[in-house]
């Protein structure tokens, strides 16, 4: 901080205390508008003037923007709002006028780490209050500022990165380490200023169950985090943090100060950015840590520009998570390339490519959506700015530097390699569209002049001057002259050239050392690497072997030292497109010899040698030359040195660069909006890479934003064709971004080791729906055909094989996930007998393990069509007869025409909703059929025996669920003993301030009361329809455009949350993100008889039986057309006490089941249910039909039931397609 105190003012500080800070900071500040963020944020270049602009409202007395959390690609805060004791809200949209007025409750508050108020404002309410040292700080400003009549601007930019780094208060994000502040200062709050519209007892009641919450979470967390020492020193801290807030709320005294003026004149701080800054945006895969030259070019010069005053982000690929971090002024995107299945780029050379640059453009796309972008750079290395050269809507310069074609040229043997011929082209179709070309070289300008329908600039490269401050590490011999070269050892860097004529170098010169820094490689067009051919073939010459050093790869610090302590460099490349390894010599003042070929022609001057390529005899003279001369040596030296200075330094490139690239944006005319699918396609085309139809679908895949950076189905897809402990473990990554437990993975195996389907376990990951899971709702009716054609190719891949045994294990892998096996040995005789593949593959498909594992078999029959002589068909059962094998087979037919209709008329909207609803109908038809099969198959004594053993069973669930009610009441009792008791204790704490205990008392009694009331169903209905809020439809248009965008109907998923559904008008409470509808699900805007369905997921254990039963229902029912129905999902109360009762399920997971486990008070669990239970209330409330689709399913720690009600009979469904084996059903008579 002394280094700036010429240009800020700095305030020391000793003690701990963020008010009390703020108010010094305050005092100091000399401007009109006051700014505070947090030490471990990061703020955005335009956060000033983003919040400048907030202010242009006289009204407004503060503002504040965005928090982007600490990976800058998920929001930590947007628009928020707190009740009077201290409950945040953080689901609010526009407009925020109810917010907004003195008494407001809940207000708006602006978050602390990016908020800025008028001085004066802060001078009239008297600063921070100094009573709070931490938490609610800026919430309770926010409330005076707005009581006293003052607006609040909520911006949608301004943003800054929160990091959330360690300190005294907490170890990360959510784990608080320190609670005692933050309780005091919530008891306290809500004590000051929440009981004008509630009583005290209401107020305490609220923060009773908030701080129990606090000791839950923190006994949680510290165990999770390996400190449970810490627990009982963390719960003290929470006892004590009630008693003061208490203490304190009801003294509910405002430690205001008195601001006045400020302390010294407004200090302007002049900054670098200046009118004429940009901002740009570079695409390289490569960027430090990971670095080359393309990697070199783009840091240094992305570097250099953000020091100029630009806005400089940079696009990189990442191994880990997707991020966003401000490294040496450069705003660096982290994304990692997710290996997924697309279909039409399954065989090509180019998927890893193509998909590797889809994910950086993608990110380049949503950059520029929120801060548009003046010009992108990229290299021609890897296509990497064919996507961002398609895209009008900002110019791209594509840079030049080392082509495959110039490889190819140098290595034929890479011209065996498919993918390396694949790319060639591609980069030619690259290179051809560029708008701009960025030649770094007058080689690769003149290279380019012929190759592009762009444009070319010469802008020639620099290097940030690697001199500074090495010192050359001294010489074991004196009197020697080092040679030294410093690349990969490849034929391209010509080490074969130098190798060639080292030993008549050495024996012409005593002196002479040589040093080789650098990777061993094998593109040497021999079976060898150049190091292990030298030494092998100078083995007997120890003369030769004892004076050349192969160091191999060493750091930067080692590289430099070595230029340091060399007096001549040697780079007899074959082709460079620019050098950067003269340059590196020439700033440590050493003489070069380099090849007189594409960018070294530019570099060297009087500083050193060119030879031509490939002529190792004028190498060998102009080396000689130098190692005999020191003076020329010196004198080269020193003018190359001069060069560096005057040209080559890396301010004279970003010079150049800036300038180019600010001509570039300024010329740009601006169109379009993205890139058009048909666009990319031609390019694939023109390559030779697809045909005109793949390249339209893959296009359109890898161009989707909804599919990057992750795309769930297409991940799984590729994951359901890899082995087991990988396909979990990924699972597991994709869907909760973390490894699955030791037990997790352990339960998964068995289930996968026992043949089970992992469709299933996809099924149990994370939150349920109609179909639905984190990787998102109806995800099997997409992922299923996706994963047929994923078959499909693997089995046909399989009949190519020209083995049998490859035949083998590559169908086993594909239809069954699994390898041969002991079997092996007799289907290759089986093969060699004559048996064809063809058979072979329908009896692995109608097999009872595929069926088992769900592997989807509609390719069956055009891959491996049927005979009537089939032995197969006798051993595994006529295909033709089963008809859940042939809807099974219809539903695949399905897909691929609507496949074949998307690719000619771009998947018109009406139609494709249409199929994919046939289609799933008849899935669901093969899905009846199965289970009706199965049941007709079963043993009629084994069934009977079994109805008997499931009636024993559920007498005894129902036993223990009652006896478990029980158990709860009591407990429920003896939890509002120890609040009374916790009452009492603060009353002898307490002489004073408590006059209206009696409320608080009373309030738990009543609540206590009321919970017994809820159990027996005795609670009045709820409130009148009348009071409850309008529904708001968020959706423009309103419900016609849901209905145009649905496909005609209306089906509605109810407290959609934050996992919406496609296809469903998405209702919710919360304006969230995605939802269409807001509203309470006992007033919705929709017509009696005008729905088509109801989903409810999770919804109705939220409400009290007798409401739920009298009210709820009946209204949802009214909503339904006479063919709708309606889905509930919720928890099963008997699986789950049987669960329990059997060790499956710990007490605790048990209790969070039973009672929820929110993400804020007031919505837990008022209500359980059996399937026997819904079902009776469902044909009670005058459904004419209830059917249970599942109970007792597992998901995450609960067990779950699904059931659909119908208000009408439906007409009979036919007897192939009726549920056999439904474990309950009911209908009215």
């Not at 407009?95 to 780490?113: I, K, R």
């Not at 009641?205 to 963390?234: C, F, H, M, N």
């Not at 003042?589 to 002529?615: R, T, W």
């Amino acid at each position: 901080l002394e280094g700036w105190s010429d240009r800020v003012r700095v305030i020391n500080f000793d003690e701990v205390h963020l008010g009390k800070s703020r108010n010094l900071g305050i005092r100091a500040a000399a401007g009109d508008v006051v700014a505070f963020i947090d030490d471990d944020a990061v703020p955005e270049p335009d956060w000033v003037s983003g919040l400048r602009a907030g202010f242009e409202d006289e009204r407004v007395a503060g503002a504040g923007g965005l928090v982007w959390d600490h990976t800058g690609v998920e929001l930590q805060y947007r628009y928020s709002a707190c009740s009077r004791i201290g409950d945040p809200r953080f689901d609010l949209v526009g407009p925020f006028d109810e917010y907004m007025y003195p008494g407001a409750d809940p207000f708006m508050y602006l978050q602390g780490t990016n908020c800025s108020f008028r001085r004066e404002a802060l001078v009239e309410i008297g600063g921070f209050d100094e009573t709070i040292e931490y938490y609610l700080d800026e919430v309770e400003v926010c409330m005076q500022l707005i009581d006293r009549g003052h607006r609040l601007a909520v911006l949608d930019g301004a943003a800054v990165h929160h990091h959330y780094l360690p300190s005294h208060l907490r170890a990360n994000r959510t784990t608080w380490t320190h609670p005692f502040p933050i309780v005091k200062n919530r008891y306290y709050f809500a004590l000051s200023h929440g009981c004008a519209e509630r009583s005290q007892g209401e107020v305490l009641l609220e923060l009773d169950t908030w701080a129990k919450g606090v000791i839950a979470g923190g006994r949680r967390e510290l165990k999770r985090i390996g400190q449970p020492e810490q627990i009982d020193s963390y719960i003290e801290q929470v006892h004590r943090g009630i008693s003061e807030g208490v203490t304190l709320g009801l003294a509910a005294s405002r430690k205001s100060v008195e601001v006045g003026e400020p302390e010294g004149e407004f200090r302007p701080f002049p900054t670098v950015a200046g009118e004429h800054s940009r901002r740009y945006c570079f695409v390289s895969g490569e960027y430090p840590p990971d670095v080359g030259g393309v990697g070199r070019f783009t840091s240094d010069t992305a570097r250099g520009l953000a020091a100029e005053g630009h806005e400089v982000h940079v696009v990189t690929r990442t191994d880990t998570a997707h991020r966003i971090d401000v490294e040496r002024g450069v705003w660096v995107h982290r994304v990692p390339i997710q290996d997924r299945y697309i279909p039409e780029l399954e065989n090509s050379p180019l998927r890893f490519n193509l998909e590797h640059c889809a994910a950086l453009y993608h990110e380049v796309d949503r950059l520029h959506r929120r801060r548009p972008v003046d010009l992108v750079s990229a290299p021609i290395w890897n296509c990497e700015g064919l996507l961002p050269s398609l895209d009008q809507r900002f110019p791209t310069v594509t840079t030049l530097v080392t082509t495959i074609e110039k490889v190819l040229e140098i290595l034929p043997s890479w011209q065996e390699k498919e993918h390396i011929r694949a790319l060639a082209k591609l980069e030619v179709e690259t290179l051809r569209r560029a708008p701009f070309v960025h030649a770094n070289s007058t080689a690769t300008e003149r290279s380019a002049l012929t190759r592009t329908e762009g444009t070319v600039h010469l802008a020639h490269f620099g290097l940030d001057d690697p001199s500074l401050g090495v010192v050359a590490a001294s010489r074991a011999e004196e009197g020697t002259v080092e040679l030294l070269f410093v690349g990969r050892l490849e034929r391209r860097k010509g080490i074969d050239l130098l190798l060639e004529i080292l030993p008549e170098l050495l024996d012409l010169w005593p002196e002479l050392r040589v040093r080789i820094v650098g990777r061993d490689t094998p593109s040497t067009e021999m079976d060898a690497t150049y190091r292990e051919a030298f030494l092998l073939q100078y083995a007997d010459r120890p003369s030769v072997l004892s004076r050349v050093e192969f160091d191999g790869e060493l750091t930067d610090d080692e590289v430099r030292s070595a230029y340091a302590g060399c007096d001549i460099f040697c780079a007899p490349s074959r082709y460079e497109s620019f050098g950067l390894v003269l340059l590196e010599a020439m700033s440590f003042s050493k003489p070069v010899v380099a090849c007189d070929e594409g960018g070294m022609s530019d570099l060297v001057e009087d500083n050193g040698i060119l030879v031509p390529i490939d002529d190792s005899a004028a190498l060998s003279v102009a080396l000689s030359e130098l190692i005999g001369d020191a003076d020329k040596r010196e004198q080269m030296g020193r003018r190359g040195r001069e060069l560096f200075e005057q040209t080559w330094q890396l301010d004279h490139a970003v010079a150049r660069t800036d300038e180019l690239y600010g001509l570039l944006a300024d010329s740009w005319t601006p169109s379009a909006s993205g890139i058009a699918p048909k666009d990319l396609a031609d390019v694939l085309v023109a390559a030779g890479a697809l045909n005109e139809a793949d390249a339209l679908a893959a296009a359109a895949t890898l161009l989707a934003p909804d599919r990057s950076p992750a795309d769930l189905i297409g991940g799984v897809v590729r994951l359901l064709l890899c082995g087991d402990a990988y396909f979990i473990h990924q699972v597991y990554l994709l869907s909760y971004g973390r490894d699955p437990f030791d037990w997790e993975l352990e339960v998964q195996m068995a289930h996968l080791a026992r043949g089970g389907s992992p469709l299933t376990i996809l099924r149990g990951l994370g939150a349920p729906g109609v179909g639905g899971t984190l990787i998102g709702a109806g995800w099997e009716a997409e992922l299923v055909p996706l994963w047929s054609r994923a078959v499909r190719q693997q089995v046909v891949a399989a009949l190519a094989a020209s083995e049998n045994q490859a035949f083998l294990e590559q169908s086993f892998h594909a239809i069954l996930r699994r390898g041969v096996g002991p079997d092996l040995d007799e289907l290759l005789a089986q093969l060699a007998e004559g048996r064809t593949r063809e058979d072979l593959l329908r009896q692995l498909a109608l097999s009872d393990e595929a069926a088992a594992k769900e592997i989807p078999i509609d390719w069956l029959d055009e891959l491996a069509p049927t005979s009537a002589s089939s032995p197969s068909d006798q051993r595994s059962g006529s295909d033709s007869s089963h008809p859940a094998r042939r809807a099974r087979r219809a539903a695949g037919s399905l897909r691929r025409v609507a496949t074949e209709v998307s690719s000619q008329a771009s998947r018109e909207h009406e139609l494709a909703q249409r199929l994919d609803r046939i289609e799933a109908q008849l899935l669901l038809i093969a899905q009846a059929d199965s289970e009706r099969a199965q049941t007709e198959n079963a043993d009629t004594d084994s069934a009977q025996l079994g109805k008997q053993a499931q009636f024993v069973d559920q007498m005894a669930v129902q036993r223990l669920v009652a006896a478990r009610i029980d158990e709860l009441v009591q407990q429920q009792h003896s939890g509002f003993e120890m609040v009374s008791s916790r009452v009492d204790e603060l009353t002898k704490q307490q002489h004073s301030g408590f006059d209206n205990l009696t409320t608080w008392l009373d309030v738990l009694s009543r609540k206590q009361e009321a919970m017994a009331m809820d159990l027996r169903e005795r609670l009045p209905a709820g409130p009148p329809l009348e009071g409850l809020p309008e529904p708001k439809i968020l959706t423009e248009g309103g419900l016609e455009a849901l209905r145009e965008r649905d496909g005609g109907v209306l089906r509605v998923n109810l407290g959609a949350g934050e996992k919406p559904l496609k296809g469903y008008v998405n209702t919710d409470a919360r304006a969230l993100p995605e939802i269409d509808v807001v509203a309470d699900v006992r007033k919705l805007p929709f017509e009696a008889g005008s729905l088509e369905e109801l989903c409810s997921q999770h919804l109705v254990e939220h409400f009290r039986f007798h409401e739920f039963r009298t009210v709820i229902l009946p209204y949802w029912k009214k909503l339904l057309a006479s063919s709708g129905q309606l889905r509930v999902v919720c928890p099963d109360l008997s699986a789950l006490v049987n669960s329990a009762a059997t060790e499956n399920l710990s007490m605790d997971q048990l209790a969070v089941a039973i009672f929820g486990l929110q993400d804020y008070s007031g919505d837990d669990h008022l209500a359980m249910y059996t399937p026997e239970s819904l079902t009776e209330m469902l044909l009670e409330a005058g459904f004419a039909k209830v059917e249970v689709v599942a109970s007792g399913r597992r998901n995450g720690g609960t067990y779950e039931m699904e059931l659909l009600a119908w208000p009408a009979i439906q007409a009979p469904k036919p007897k192939a397609a009726q549920t056999a084996n439904t474990k309950i059903s009911g209908e009215k008579k």
